[in-house]
């Protein structure tokens, strides 16, 4: 009776344990649940967007800064892997509007999470994010709250010194 009990223990604690999230998704599902409820979207919008913002920060970055943003969103590659294509066009058309649309909302990230004031070049620099936001039902709109709520959390999760970094990537600051 007693090796039954110790064995029903036994598999209870297996369960839990593989039923426990892994850590290295916890930060990045806690992003994705502050996405969610900031940006009224969807867990898969609001994953393929940040991982696109990351995705896109990673292709600015050295790998020594990229890393330190990883450090702090561990499951940050899950992100990625969940993000729409990165596509960038040298021609104007859709990608001239996107800089168009996204002007002011760059704009408004000023002096936000970010502390850089972007201008025309940091709204162009947005530009790229425009190809995986529509893919995923999102709009140009929806990149700047994104980007400044992605950097906001790696500044909390990171400090000020990653998150300028990141932000620096993003916006060309």
Same mark, same amino acid.
């Given at each position: =009776?007693?090796?039954?009990? $110790?064995?029903?223990? !036994?598999?209870?604690?297996? $369960?839990?344990?593989?039923?426990? *999230?892994? *850590? ?13 409820? @900031? =940006?009224?979207?969807? *867990?898969?919008? !609001?994953?393929?967007?940040?991982? !696109? ?7 600015? =970055? ?5 890393? @330190?943003?990883?450090?702090?969103? *561990? ?51 947005? $530009? ?20 400044? $709520? ?14 300028? =970094? ?8």
């Amino acid at each position: =009776m007693r090796m039954l009990k $110790t064995g029903g223990l !036994a598999a209870a604690l297996l $369960t839990s344990c593989l039923l426990a *999230p892994l *850590p290295a998704s916890a930060d990045a599902t806690e992003l994705v649940s502050i996405l969610v409820g @900031k =940006m009224g979207i969807s *867990p898969k919008q !609001a994953a393929g967007g940040a991982g !696109a913002v990351f995705e896109l920060a990673q292709q600015r =970055m050295s790998a020594d800064q990229f890393g @330190k943003v990883a450090d702090s969103v *561990p499951g940050v590659d899950n992100l990625i892997d969940q993000a729409p294509e990165l596509t960038t066009s040298a021609s104007g058309g859709a990608t001239a509007g996107a800089a168009s649309s996204l002007g002011g909302s760059a704009k408004a990230l000023g002096t936000g999470a970010m502390g850089v004031v972007p201008g025309v070049s940091g709204a162009s620099s947005l $530009t790229a994010l425009s190809g995986p936001f529509q893919s995923l039902g999102l709009s140009n709109d929806q990149i700047a709250p994104m980007v400044e $709520t992605v950097v906001g959390y790696v500044e909390q999760e990171g400090g000020a010194s990653v998150s300028k =970094m990141l932000g620096s990537a993003l916006l060309g600051g």
